[in-house]
């Protein structure tokens, strides 16, 4: 006998709630990134741009805390920064929230092969150095 909720977990629902992952976490990202664009321009929108020597970003935006931190200050480009690692976790989000429903489902298969792109992914994020 089944568990009274187990069926709610159909092929057609995790598509459905899968695509709504992607979506709204897309549009959260794009709505961030032009708030910190608005902020960014409206402090430097005047300011001269020097194209002869490349400058990297300051030391602050190089860590998820430091961007974090710089964004709560109203900093705009750390709160274009953070719209845009909400970009990147968006589809990691997915296939997390696809495992959960693979789980839900009881498709042990498909619970082997999203776990192991999952580990690639969060592997691959892991060992990413600038």
Do not use: K
Not at 57 to 72: D, Y
Not at 81 to 103: D, E, H, M, S
């Amino acid at each position: 006998m089944s568990a009274p909720g187990a069926r709610l977990w159909t092929d057609e629902r995790i598509a459905h709630a899968v695509g709504n992952v992607l979506r709204y976490g897309v549009m959260i990202a794009a709505g961030i990134t032009a708030v910190g664009a608005a902020v960014f321009l409206w402090h430097h929108g005047g300011a001269e741009t020097g194209y002869r020597v490349f400058q990297r970003e300051p030391i602050e935006l190089r860590t998820i805390r430091g961007t974090v931190a710089s964004a709560v200050a109203g900093e705009g480009r750390a709160i274009i920064q953070v719209g845009l690692l909400l970009l990147i976790a968006t589809p990691i989000a997915r296939v997390a929230f696809a495992l959960v429903g693979f789980a839900r489902e009881r498709d042990w298969r498909f619970v082997g092969i999203t776990a192991l792109v999952l580990g690639l992914l969060c592997f691959s994020l892991l060992l990413a150095r600038a």
